[in-house]
């Protein structure tokens, strides 16, 4: 039979050593990267793009929220919104290191993840699949001919579904059931936004337990907030997912 002591150890008055914890790292700008060759320039400019799109949909977002915008008649903002203004490159950079593939299930200041999910996918489509992601799309108003090509097209189709979802219309990602914290879009892995404090944790953990039984090639993306360590199910999960399945 295996024995082992379950009583603590209450013999010796002893001391928890933590050591350093490294802070700041990485210093090197972006002249460093580009002199080194570790990125290219135009995978700068498309990640830097990225960031501006998001930056520019969150302004409109608050603007709406606070009724600075005024959206047509039929159209209105409704519900809370958070924004990530200052985080785009920590979204964007994060987002960037996925394929197309892989999922991602993220907290309520999400609009970068649910941009970049979107855009860094469609790069990595064909015309036919980029046409079929614009076959849901009013013809006349996405028609490819207004756009400088299809992919822009696609890209604006795509910021669209998301203010719409937003304004709560039937053409937004959720159909407008979700609202602006609420965006998914399966059809590039995005499993969802979610506007409850870690409420992605046991979304992601059951998705990465799907991955590894159905012997996928995919990583699940998990973006969290400190203070999500305070929900229960952020332990839940993150058990879950250490032990062995
Ligand atoms: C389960 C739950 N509790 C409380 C809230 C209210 N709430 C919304 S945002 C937030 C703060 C979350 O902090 P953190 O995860 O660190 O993200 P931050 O907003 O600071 O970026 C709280 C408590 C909520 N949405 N869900």
Do not use: W
Request: with cysteine.
């Amino acid at each position: 039979m295996k024995e082992i002591t379950v009583l603590p150890c209450h013999d010796s008055k002893r001391k928890v050593k933590v050591p350093d914890i490294p802070l700041f790292k990485y210093l090197p700008d972006l002249k460093d990267e580009l002199d080194k060759n570790l990125i290219s320039k135009e995978e700068a400019l498309r990640l830097y793009r990225a960031m501006i799109l998001q930056r520019a949909f969150e302004y409109t977002i608050r603007d709406l929220d606070n009724k600075r915008l005024v959206p047509y008649e039929g159209f209105e903002f409704r519900g809370s919104t958070h924004l990530s203004v200052g985080q785009e490159a920590a979204q964007t950079g994060a987002i960037c290191a996925l394929t197309r593939d892989d999922y991602i299930a993220v907290h309520h200041r999400a609009h970068g993840h649910c941009l970049s999910k979107g855009i860094f996918a469609y790069d990595e489509m064909s015309d036919d699949e980029l046409k079929d992601v614009l076959s849901t799309a009013d013809e006349n108003e996405f028609s490819v001919e207004k756009y400088d090509n299809l992919l822009a097209a696609v890209v604006d189709y795509h910021l669209y579904r998301m203010v719409a979802e937003a304004l709560g219309k039937e053409t937004g990602y959720c159909r407008g059931r979700g609202g602006a914290m609420h965006i998914a879009d399966f059809s590039v892995g995005h499993l969802g936004a979610n506007a409850i404090v870690g409420g992605g944790y046991p979304i992601a953990t059951g998705a990465a337990l799907a991955v590894s039984k159905l012997n996928e090639n995919r990583v699940v993306l998990c973006a969290i907030g400190d203070g999500s360590m305070n929900n229960g199910v952020a332990h839940e999960s993150m058990n879950f997912a250490t032990m062995a399945q």
